[in-house]
């Protein structure tokens, strides 16, 4: 197939779904007052700031912290290999809603800390942390025994391993995962409206119920992180297919 026939096959995709999207939008009631929600754009781009400011602090917690949880999980001590084990799939056992619950009610009050902003961040980073380490786990496996060997010889210390050789190799194919990881950590951040964060999700709910527009604000908040994720997801094939060909 030519690449102008795949142009035009993904051009009739994508018009497809926008039709559908403005279909559902537009006929899910018979009066949509859509206006009700939009003219609190003041308290919409808050909270969708809010949303991203929480968000990429989060993911920058969970890069530092998925890999010092992936050195965990390689620990040549068994203790503290099998503890990392077993923390990680009690944390992909548990849901994210019961995580942000976790987090805030019963940690937060054991160390004295109430803002659920701080406790919402750090909810976000602990249940995404053992996936981001699994990211580092697969990305690591680029890096053949050879090189281990190598490094060896010149009795690198561990630091200068993952200084040197380790991390200069990883970063490329970690960056797709990474970038998932964000969009999974944007959409997850929806869960901390129970806690009465201010971001997407809580503001529109409570824009919403203030104007009994509830079937409209659902869609406004599905529109909205839809334009936050999707690029996100077009950016992490885009990256993943360059990456491949560089390779």
């Known amino acids: 197939m030519s690449a102008k026939m795949k142009w035009i096959q993904n051009i009739a995709a994508f018009g497809i779904f926008a039709a559908l999207i403005l279909y559902i939008l537009f006929h899910t009631t018979d009066n949509p007052r859509y206006h009700l929600i939009l003219d609190e ?10 949303t991203l400011y929480i968000s990429l602090i989060s993911l920058v ?3 530092a912290a998925g890999f010092l949880f992936y050195l965990l999980l390689n620990s040549r001590i068994q203790l503290i290999k ?27 009050n ?14 976000l980073t602990v249940y995404t942390m053992p996936y981001v380490a699994n990211s580092y786990e697969s990305a690591a496996s680029v890096i053949d025994k050879d090189q281990y ?11 200068q391993k993952y200084l040197y050789v380790i991390f200069p190799q990883i970063a490329k ?23 009465s964060v201010p971001e997407i999700s809580y503001v529109l709910t409570a824009i919403s119920s203030k104007n009994w527009a509830s079937i409209e604000g659902y869609l406004v908040m599905w529109l909205m992180y839809l334009i936050i994720t999707i690029p ?16």
């Open 41 to 50: 754009r003041g308290m919409l781009l808050e909270a969708l700031w809010n």
């Open 61 to 63: 917690l969970c890069m």
């Open 82 to 108: 099998a503890m990392a084990v077993i923390f990680r799939e009690i944390i992909m056992g548990t849901p994210m809603l019961v995580m942000v619950f976790l987090m805030v009610y019963v940690f937060g």
């Open 110 to 123: 054991l160390i004295g800390v109430s803002d659920k902003v701080v406790l919402g961040i750090t909810a």
């Open 149 to 159: 060997v190598v490094m060896e010889l010149y009795h690198f210390s561990g630091v």
């Open 173 to 195: 194919p970690m960056l797709p995962a990474l970038i998932n990881h964000l969009s999974g950590i944007i959409k997850g951040s929806a869960l901390l409206k129970i806690v």
């Open 232 to 247: 996100l997801s077009v950016l992490a094939q885009y990256a993943g297919r360059r990456l491949s060909y560089e390779n």
